[in-house]
């Protein structure tokens, strides 16, 4: 059988297809029209695994653009493809922390893996991957070179929760010549922060794996471990965790 798990994210659109236990994977920005970009994902897909559009038995849609995909035979939401992909990924995992591009999650599973409850901030960009997106562009990096560009020892305090204010406390912060490493270590502490409180008040049980594209960033797992005081798993697939659910939720027809 061949499946296609689509993660329509608000960064990212991300695809899997599943065919006979092989995973090819592709990834795109998500841009403008979510419509367009998933077939594009489709249609990368279709050619890595050189299948013919007829083979795919369904194709399973996630993510906030999921409302556009009409390509997909069902739509999932995030917090039970994620809870999916986690448990094919890293079975033992109780606490599913997501941070992706405009939204971030705390997800409690039980025993089987199932989802017990979940809380979400999607109401403010702070603690989310467009906030790190808007920093790092305002410190003329790449959102993939912050992990790497921090200096712990040297953590400044980033006092503004909002992203505008927070951008002017950068420019102020550069201005009077601190470094950047000190800086972009703050930016991590902020939202590892922000997200550790939030995982705190629902709850948390170990161990915990970090999803999502910020999960890549060492940083923020780094802000992550220190502010929740336990340590957390990364998948090398962690920006894949929905696809993936959603490619095993069609493998398995529920
Ligand atoms: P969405 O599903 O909302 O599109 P993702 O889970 O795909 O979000 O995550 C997107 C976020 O991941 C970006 O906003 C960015 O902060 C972060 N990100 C993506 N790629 C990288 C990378 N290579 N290194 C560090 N952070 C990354």
Same mark, same amino acid.
């Given at each position: 059988? *061949?499946?296609?798990?689509? &993660? @329509? !994210?608000?960064?990212?659109?991300?695809?899997?297809?599943?065919?006979?236990g092989i995973q090819h994977k592709?990834?795109?920005?998500?841009?403008?029209?979510?419509?367009d970009t998933s077939e594009a994902v489709i249609a990368q897909l279709l050619h890595l695994s050189g299948m013919e559009r007829q083979?795919?038995?369904?194709?399973?849609?996630?993510?906030?653009?999921?409302?556009?995909?009409d390509q997909?035979?069902?739509?999932?939401?995030?917090?039970?493809?994620?809870?999916?992909?986690?448990?094919?990924?890293?079975?033992? *995992?109780?606490?599913?922390? &997501? @941070? !992706?591009g405009q939204d971030s999650k705390v997800i409690r599973l039980g025993e089987r893996g199932q989802v017990v409850d979940f809380a979400m901030n999607d109401k403010c960009a702070a603690?989310?991957?467009?906030?790190?997106?808007?920093?790092?562009?305002t410190l003329g990096l790449d959102v993939s070179d912050l992990g790497s560009?921090?200096?712990?020892?040297?953590?400044?305090?980033?006092?503004?929760?909002?992203?505008?204010?927070?951008?002017?406390?950068?420019?102020?912060?550069?201005a009077k010549g601190n470094p950047k490493s000190g800086i972009v270590a703050g930016l991590h502490q902020s939202v590892g922060k922000r997200v550790a409180a939030m995982?705190?008040?629902?709850?948390?049980?170990?161990?915990?794996a970090f999803t999502g594209g910020v999960a890549i960033n060492q940083g923020v797992k780094r802000a992550l471990e220190e502010e929740l005081?336990?340590?957390?798993?990364?998948?090398?697939?962690?920006?894949?965790?929905?696809?993936?659910?959603?490619?095993?939720?069609?493998l398995e027809n529920v």
């Open positions: 059988m *061949v499946v296609i798990g689509v &993660d @329509i !994210g608000s960064v990212a659109t991300k695809g899997i297809l599943i065919s006979d592709t990834i795109f920005p998500t841009g403008w029209s979510p419509r083979r795919v038995t369904r194709i399973f849609g996630t993510g906030y653009g999921r409302v556009a995909f997909a035979d069902k739509t999932i939401t995030e917090i039970k493809c994620h809870a999916r992909g986690i448990a094919e990924l890293l079975p033992e *995992v109780r606490t599913i922390i &997501d @941070i !992706g603690g989310t991957g467009r906030f790190l997106q808007v920093m790092a562009t560009a921090e200096d712990p020892a040297q953590r400044l305090a980033i006092s503004s929760m909002c992203t505008v204010f927070a951008e002017s406390e950068i420019i102020g912060l550069m995982a705190k008040r629902l709850g948390i049980q170990e161990p915990i005081g336990s340590s957390v798993m990364v998948s090398e697939v962690c920006q894949y965790t929905g696809a993936l659910g959603a490619a095993l939720l069609a």
